[in-house]
């Protein structure tokens, strides 16, 4: 089940974009990891949509993605310095929000299901924000990050992004969506973004 608009959203984008999605991939750290806490690991995290693209290659074959909708938008330098310095957001760790990015055994419980799931460790991991606020390539190069994800690479998708290019593909055949069918019903009230 998709759980938000912007889980939505990435649906249709990817789906428009030619991938086939799946939704809400749960994930544990193994048992084994010598890092694993019984009491703090044993609930699943889940990574909101997966899509698979069967004529691309590698890593833009896959893309991982988690979506972030928070409504003032999604600053990188500010969610690097919460995470760093181990702030309380929202009730919780700054860190539990990006788990698969900030912890090596959560990277490697993310990376064994997408294995698991499409026979390749290879892909791009995505944050799909609501609204960049800063610059992209503080949070897709962040070293600490990228390691723990073995090099793949790190990706910012804002809506922005995503509703300018699903806007210019979208046509008259009707939409398979409620969201493509929305942009259908705007484009054809003759409103421009």
Request: net charge positive; aromatic share 10%; charged share 25%.
């Amino acid at each position: 089940m998709k759980e938000d608009i912007l889980e939505q959203l990435v649906d249709d984008y990817l789906m428009f974009n030619g991938f086939f999605t799946i939704h809400n991939l749960k994930f544990l750290p193994s048992a084994t990891d010598p890092e694993y806490v019984k009491n703090k690991d044993s609930v699943a995290s889940d990574i909101d949509v997966v899509g698979f693209h069967p004529r691309r290659e590698g890593a833009d074959r896959i893309w991982v993605v988690s979506c972030k909708s928070w409504q003032g938008g999604f600053d990188p330098v500010a969610r690097i310095a919460a995470i760093e310095a181990n702030k309380i957001q929202y009730g919780r760790a700054a860190w539990k929000s990006f788990r698969e990015l900030v912890k090596k055994k959560w990277a490697d419980a993310l990376i064994a299901e997408i294995e698991k799931l499409t026979g390749s460790t290879n892909f791009t991991y995505v944050t799909a924000v609501t609204k960049l606020r800063g610059d992209a390539s503080v949070w897709q190069e962040h070293k600490p990050f990228r390691d723990n994800l073995r090099g793949n690479p790190i990706k910012i998708l804002a809506l922005q992004d995503m509703l300018s290019d699903l806007y210019k593909k979208t046509n008259t055949t009707v939409a398979s969506s409620e969201v493509g069918r929305l942009l259908q019903v705007i484009k054809a009230s003759g409103w421009k973004p």
